[in-house]
Nanobody, 115 residues
């Protein structure tokens, strides 16, 4: 099993920055990829970013150039650095970890960007 705990959400003004963190514990060796989904109010769940075991990454077009996903292997922690935030970035952000057997999800952390 993998246990994920997100942190770093909060309220920020448009143009500001936040850094989300996702700490993974348990069977870390089983994780092939980690990333972030988000859900804006009244909208579908959206894949924001993903980082694979080989450290290659993929981003949603809406966040390219503004968000950076990274992984600290020593602490088994994934980060999402969010810069130049827009009100459209507001939503619940969920960390996920992919294994061959199943996917794991955190409880989510709320990001609110004021205009």
């Amino acid at each position: 099993q993998v246990h994920l705990v997100e942190s770093g959400g909060g309220l920020v003004q448009a143009g500001g920055s936040l850094r989300l963190a996702c700490a993974a514990t348990g069977d870390i060796f089983r994780i092939n990829a980690m990333g972030w989904y988000r859900q804006a109010p009244g909208k579908q769940l959206e894949l924001v970013a993903i980082i694979f075991r080989g450290r290659r990454t993929n981003y949603a077009d809406s966040v390219k150039g503004r968000f950076t996903i990274s992984r600290d292997n020593a602490n088994n922690t994934e980060y999402l650095q969010m810069n130049s935030l827009k009100p459209e970035d507001t939503g619940d952000y969920y960390c996920f970890a992919q294994t061959l057997g199943m996917d794991y999800w955190g409880k989510g952390t709320l990001v609110t960007v004021s205009s």
